[in-house]
């Protein structure tokens, strides 16, 4: 699995074309625009559409009421959004950067992890990147489909994938 993750710099005319260009080498596009108002995002997804971009191709970042108005692919949630994922038609995956968090993400039915960071990254400079043994020690203690994020690069998609990691999410790949 792949997953491209927007970069919070909004859903200009040059990420929609970005979004565009990529839907055709990536399994989902996840749509992490924090920084814009609900409006602005569902908006952001109508132009998608309306573009050509697939709804079963994209995941919405915790607003999972637009998931279920547009029929998306899913809906990603942060690690403390505490919600059932059982109850929900569509994909729901979660963000854990610890073991624990990982455990929390499966109790909660969810369908996938990102487990993050796993090499450095120009994201979050101040986060300690958890390396490939870490990788490797949550894809062999969870069930569910555990995908790399953080510092991904083309070379070392290869490592994640040795690791355990079923796929892997970026931003910067896709993105910067």
């Given at each position: 699995m792949i997953h491209a993750i927007t970069s919070g710099k909004?859903?200009?005319?040059?990420?929609?074309?970005?979004?565009?260009?990529?839907?055709?080498?990536?399994?989902?596009?996840?749509?992490?625009?924090?920084?814009?108002?609900?409006?602005?995002?569902?908006?952001g997804i109508i132009t998608l559409?309306?573009?050509?971009?697939?709804?079963?191709?994209?995941?919405?970042?915790?607003?999972?009421?637009?998931?279920?108005k547009y029929s998306l692919l899913g809906c990603h949630l942060a690690a403390n959004q505490a919600i059932n994922a059982a109850q929900h038609p569509f994909l729901c995956g979660q963000s854990a950067h610890t073991k624990e968090e990982a455990y929390q993400s499966v109790t909660r039915g969810m369908d996938y992890i990102y487990f993050s960071p796993i090499f450095p990254t120009t994201s979050k400079l101040n986060v300690p990147a958890k390396g490939l043994q870490a990788l490797t020690d949550i894809c062999q203690v969870v069930e569910i489909p555990v995908l790399a994020l953080g510092g991904m690069t083309h070379t070392n998609t290869r490592k994640v994938i040795r690791a355990g990691a079923q796929g892997y999410a970026s931003i910067s790949m896709f993105f910067d």
């Open positions: 909004g859903l200009t005319v040059q990420v929609i074309n970005r979004i565009k260009e990529i839907a055709p080498i990536v399994d989902a596009i996840v749509i992490r625009e924090k920084q814009l108002s609900f409006a602005e995002i569902d908006n559409l309306q573009a050509g971009v697939k709804a079963k191709q994209l995941i919405i970042h915790t607003h999972m009421e637009l998931a279920y």
